[in-house]
Nanobody
Framework: QVQLVESGGGLVQPGGSLRLSCTAS????????ISWYRQTPGKERELVAS??????????YYADSVKGRFFISRDNRANTVYLQMNSLKPEDTAVYHC????????????????WGQGTQVTVSS
């Protein structure tokens, strides 16, 4: 069974740092693009960062709002993706979810996306 479990959230002061972890099981982790999204009540869900499979170049993506402050990485041996968040701002407050993005193998078979349940990040003085 596919599972994605986030951890590392909490309360932090503006300017502080947190590292979120997303640990996965039930699939070949290294083959998939993994993303971080965030959601705030009453606001549209935002894609924060993504990291691709090493077989597809190991590229990363960051939303403009977090460029230079947030950094995504992965440890395939540990089935874990990290989101290092620095210089945190109150507007970073949200529930952060990791997601396995939809995949397609070379025969054309699609494999669905999956979401974790999220971890709360609150940035406040």
């Amino acid at each position: 069974q596919v599972q994605l479990v986030e951890s590392g959230g909490g309360l932090v002061q503006p300017g502080g740092s947190l590292r979120l972890s997303c640990t996965a099981s039930g699939f070949i982790f290294s083959h998939y693009v993994i993303s971080w999204y965030r959601q705030t009540p009453g606001k549209e869900r935002e894609l924060v960062a993504s990291i691709t499979s090493a077989l597809n170049g190991g590229y990363t993506y960051y939303a403009d709002s977090v460029k230079g402050r947030f950094f995504i990485s992965r440890d395939n041996r540990a089935n874990t993706v990290y989101l290092q968040m620095n210089s945190l701002k109150p507007e970073d407050t949200a529930v952060y979810h990791c997601k396995r993005e939809r995949g397609q193998d070379y025969s054309g078979t699609y494999y669905p996306d999956y979401w974790g349940q999220g971890t709360q990040v609150t940035v406040s003085s």
